[in-house]
């Protein structure tokens, strides 16, 4: 359209104005949240608080004498005896050995889910025939497993590696299946007006949408892999693998319990540092995306 | 274009339906949401279509944008490309504003600094030239539809449909992306069709007014609006004019109150 070109110039300095103050209104100012240390240190108190209480209880069973010092030792005690078995290479031998088992199972149950996973949602007879297979799988106790195991792979690596990935596997397919099923309308019809098809599609939009979904399977996931890891490293015990469950169990046979806790409370820090290592990929992540509650 | 291409006094029409009509399901179920209708948009044209609910005008779109097939007439876009605004901005969140921008561009194969550039020029367009590092959840709406309007824009479509691409916003904002539409349509050369159910808002920005019935959707009148650009949507020309159309469209919704 033909537009008078006296009219034409003079709004449009005033309209620049007009939009960009309009755009400093609308997105909100920064907020000072305190230093890092003050951060910190609000999110730690309740932590090392819960911690104290859990400990103070555990004195007052023992000074009870609810049990014999022996079978229930006490704080102190368990924790003199963690200090002297963690300052022992062989103890770090044995951690490496248990998170070398983790890793690799929770490896090859990402990669199995993913396949299986990716498979299901694209293929809807497939869907049909173990959608609902892959979730009964994954309410099955991993434990149930292991005498299945240990006929197919005797006493050895495959057998806890075999639970291990079963255990898994079905959580990370089910995360990325979800993921894919609830990618937004909206998102799907951008991407069909932009005309993505095939590997294009999976690759700028399906897979990136469903990644949150994606990632919550991966965290659920380990967390079933490392379950029937201990459950494995109990039962299964491979000649000359000195792993966390073997000597949990050693020290079961020598009746030391308090060894026994030691190693309760290693598996315990090893599983929550894992957790904090998700929980920050997933933050991270939401953050990215504007997910958070600001 | 192809040998298809009439030699008739329409040569310029970019779009052209002729007795298009869009029926969904079968039998006793069917819904008929375009009846027969019939328009052209020709090049560098602002078109609006206007109806109330039911009218098949984002059908129509989507007939237009080939999300959909059309049950029966012609439908002419003459091999063009179009690109596709909805009223949400729909942008991806695991990009960044540039990111999206840079979408179109990537799926049509295009280098990493040409993208940049491309991109980097297209956010100057719509004013958001400082905010390309930005992820969308940190703009306002209507700053998203900016991004969205961009993105649009980076397709190189010949054909710009808008799927009342402002209906979520407050009227402050409006206001200022009708001036921001009118600029860039104009300074861009585009042809743009807009649906839109906002009276005010269709002669604001159209050359024309599509009205359409409801139910099934049929052209049941087609307004130019000849008030001088740039325009202003409380300008005495574009409220008389308005109030003539929301008369028409009154009487058109009030018929199905049987």
């Known amino acids: 359209m033909p537009v008078d070109a006296v009219q034409e110039d003079t709004p449009s300095v005033s309209q ?33 608080m819960a911690v104290a ?88 106790p991993s434990i149930m497993w292991f005498p299945l195991a240990i006929l197919l792979f005797q006493l050895s690596e495959s057998a806890i590696l075999f639970v291990v990935v079963i255990g898994a596997a079905p959580s990370v ?36 949408a469903s990644l949150p979904s994606f990632i919550s399977g991966l965290k659920q996931g380990w967390a079933f892999s490392w379950r029937s890891l201990m459950a494995g490293e109990l039962l299964v015990i491979v000649p000359g693998a000195l ?31 894992i957790d904090v290592l998700f929980n920050a990929a997933d933050n991270a992540l939401r953050k990215r995306w504007g997910l958070t509650g600001n | 274009m192809t040998l298809l291409e009439h030699t008739d006094v329409r040569t310029d029409a970019v779009v052209r339906l002729e007795n298009v009509s869009k029926q969904y399901g079968t039998g006793s179920n069917a819904l008929l949401a375009l009846d027969r209708v019939s328009l052209t948009v020709k090049q560098g044209e602002f078109v609006c279509l206007l109806g109330a609910s039911g009218c098949g005008k984002s059908t129509l ?67 958001l030239g400082g905010f390309a590092d930005k992820r969308p959840h940190e703009l306002s709406g209507g700053m998203r539809q900016r991004v969205a309007l961009a993105r649009a824009l980076a ?42 159910h906002n009276v ?3 002669v604001r920005l159209g050359d024309r007014v599509i ?21 202003r949507i409380d300008s005495p020309e574009v409220s008389g004019q308005a109030a003539e159309i929301t008369d028409r469209l009154r009487a058109e919704v009030a018929r199905h109150a049987r």
């Open chain 1, 16 to 48: 620049d104005n007009e939009v960009s103050g309009l755009d400093a209104l609308e997105t909100a100012p920064k907020t000072d949240r305190g230093s890092s240390g003050r951060r910190i240190w609000s999110s730690a108190w309740p932590k090392l």
């Open chain 1, 173 to 208: 397919a089910n995360g990325l299946i979800s993921g894919i099923d609830y990618v937004p309308r909206t998102w799907l019809r951008v991407g069909q007006v932009l005309g993505m098809k095939g590997f294009a599609k999976y690759r700028h939009l399906i897979l990136p």
């Open chain 2, 61 to 127: 779109l989507s007939l237009v944008a080939g999300l959909d097939k059309i049950s029966g007439g012609t439908l002419d876009i003459g091999g063009r490309h179009v690109s596709l605004m909805f009223q949400e901005a729909a942008l991806f969140p695991w990009l960044s504003v540039t990111g999206n921008v840079e979408l179109p561009l990537r799926l049509q194969g295009v280098g990493r600094a040409e993208r940049k550039k491309r991109a980097a020029e297209l956010l100057d367009v719509v004013r």
């Open chain 1, 53 to 140: 209480i859990v400990l103070l209880a555990w004195q007052i069973v023992v000074w009870s004498k609810w049990k014999p010092d022996f079978v229930l030792p006490g704080p102190g005690t368990v924790f003199h005896d963690l200090g002297d078995v963690i300052t022992t290479g062989d103890f770090w031998d044995g951690v490496r050995l248990t998170l070398t088992r983790a890793a690799t199972g929770f490896l090859l149950a990402v990669v199995i889910g993913t396949v299986v996973g990716a498979a299901v949602s694209r293929f809807a007879p497939l869907r049909a025939a173990i959608g609902s297979l892959i979730t009964g799988l994954q309410t099955m």
């Open chain 2, 155 to 196: 397709q190189d479509a010949d054909i710009l449909l808008m799927d009342e691409p402002f209906g979520a916003l407050d009227a402050m904002t409006r206001d200022l992306l009708h001036d921001e539409l009118e600029r860039i349509w104009r300074e861009q050369e585009l042809t743009v069709l807009f649906v839109t």
């Open chain 1, 243 to 273: 792993s966390i469950g073997v000597r949990m169990q050693q020290a079961r046979d020598l009746s030391d319990s308090s060894l026994v806790i030691s190693y309760i409370i290693v598996v315990l820090v090893i599983g929550i540092l």
């Open chain 2, 211 to 231: 009205l359409l019935s409801s139910r099934p959707g049929r052209v049941i009148e087609d307004y130019a609006v000849t008030s001088p650009r740039p325009r």
């Open chain 2, 200 to 202: 005010r808002e269709a």
